[in-house]
């Protein structure tokens, strides 16, 4: 008999979760990974094309897929748990044994006149706006997080015609230790983006014209699909699918959840921010769970953690705020062009990972989160179990 993985959103998590159970090569099992658009999107380079300093954030699924995996190109609609299949925006039905929610996220509620970058349909968008602008215009970048940091920079440097304006409501890079705030400061001084901080911009009307700016960027935080939220699954305040440490969905426990649109319930988990970095070994973990399962071996507790903040400041400056495993920011941080480097490095290493997972299931490793997390996980899966 055959076994179906259906694995719904193409991104880091989804595609690192497909090639680690195609690559597992299973007798008997399929894997499908339906996702909407053609080509995989490098997201965390989306500032780059924005800014006109990368040509195409995009690679082939090809050239990252392992070639057994089905690809259906469509968007999930519903999932319904009952009788285990989802519903495609195309009218299809998919039915699975197995099923890894990796929808990923986009930009959170975007105000009139504002575009966002997070998803490549905006960051085209913005890309073919700030092409059109003239000299002297002015393009204000919304949010003090890493993505809007990242953003105005690079813009600056690709644009060093234009003005360029950041307006967050606290301080930039907020959960960053006071000296690698400071050295970011420096690089936005260094970089001519105008700072204002302490005010928050109104979303109410044409922010264009509240800040008198051609193009506003809106990057104030991530947002996730509402599938899970519709299709009745249990999901956070923010729409995220709500998992346990095992990743998988309590109650629907054939479904796992993985990447920026799912969350560990329990707290230990909270560090665990919206990021490629915690959306890859999610995705493993879900695969290897599935895997597991189908051996009847128990599921292993989600375990990883963060090494360092790295943030591309234009094309040759960066910072590396290295961090705890919990994410919180330790004294050592990296300025100036070798943050620069090793933050490219680190993005080029993201597809080399994944590609390493298509031709070895297993291939790919990462850091280990912290132990009292571990431990919390453990507790929490015994009592579970015994209730
Ligand atoms: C400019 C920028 C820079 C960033 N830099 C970094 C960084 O340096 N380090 C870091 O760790 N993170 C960074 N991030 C965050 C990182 O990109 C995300 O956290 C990461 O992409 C999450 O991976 P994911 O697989 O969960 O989701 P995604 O990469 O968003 O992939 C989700 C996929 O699911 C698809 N999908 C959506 N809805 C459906 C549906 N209904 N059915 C089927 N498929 C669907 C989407 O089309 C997409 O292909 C950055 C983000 C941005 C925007």
Request: with cysteine; charged share 20%; glycine share 12%.
């Amino acid at each position: 008999m055959r076994t179906t993985a259906v694995v719904a959103g193409g991104g880091y998590a989804g595609v690192l979760a497909a090639n680690r159970l195609a690559a597992a090569a299973r007798p008997g099992l399929d894997v499908v990974l339906v996702n909407p658009g053609k080509r995989f999107v490098e997201r965390i380079r989306l500032h780059e094309y924005t800014a006109g300093t990368r040509k195409d954030p995009t690679v082939t699924f090809e050239s990252v897929l392992h070639p057994a995996i089905r690809q259906v190109r469509d968007a999930a609609v519903r999932i319904h748990a009952a009788d285990r299949t989802v519903q495609l925006a195309g009218g299809g039905q998919l039915p699975y044994d197995y099923l890894v929610y990796a929808v990923g996220s986009g930009a959170a509620r975007v105000p009139e006149g504002a575009l966002a970058i997070e998803q490549l349909e905006g960051a085209t968008a913005a890309r073919t706006e700030l092409e059109a602008l003239a000299p002297g215009e002015h393009v204000a970048v919304v949010g003090g997080g890493l993505t809007a940091i990242e953003t105005a920079v690079e813009i600056a440097r690709g644009y060093p015609q234009l003005r360029v304006s950041l307006h967050a409501s606290s301080v930039p890079g907020p959960h960053l230790g006071a000296p690698a705030r400071q050295g970011l400061e420096r690089s936005l001084r260094r970089a001519s983006v105008d700072l204002h901080t302490g005010t928050s911009v109104s979303a109410i009307g044409d922010v264009r014209a509240s800040l008198d700016a051609a193009v506003v960027l809106w990057s104030a935080g991530f947002g996730v699909p509402d599938l899970a939220a519709v299709s009745g699954l249990p999901v956070d305040d923010a729409g995220r699918l709500r998992v346990d440490p095992a990743l998988r969905v309590p109650g629907a426990d054939r479904i796992y959840g993985a990447g920026d649109a799912a969350v560990i319930t329990g707290s230990g988990y909270a560090y665990l921010r919206m990021s490629c970095a915690a959306a890859m070994p999610m995705g493993a973990d879900a695969a290897t769970n599935i895997l597991r399962s189908l051996d009847g071996r128990p599921a292993v507790l989600h375990d990883s953690g963060f090494g360092g903040q790295c943030v591309s400041l234009g094309r040759s400056d960066g910072m590396v705020q290295f961090v705890a495993a919990d994410d919180t920011p330790l004294r050592l941080h990296l300025h100036g062009r070798t943050a620069a480097v090793l933050k490219e490095i680190i993005c080029r290493m993201t597809l080399r990972w994944i590609r390493s997972e298509a031709k070895r299931s297993g291939a790919y490793t990462w850091l280990k989160g912290p132990s009292t997390t571990r431990e919390a996980a453990a507790a929490a899966m015994d009592s579970a179990a015994r209730t």
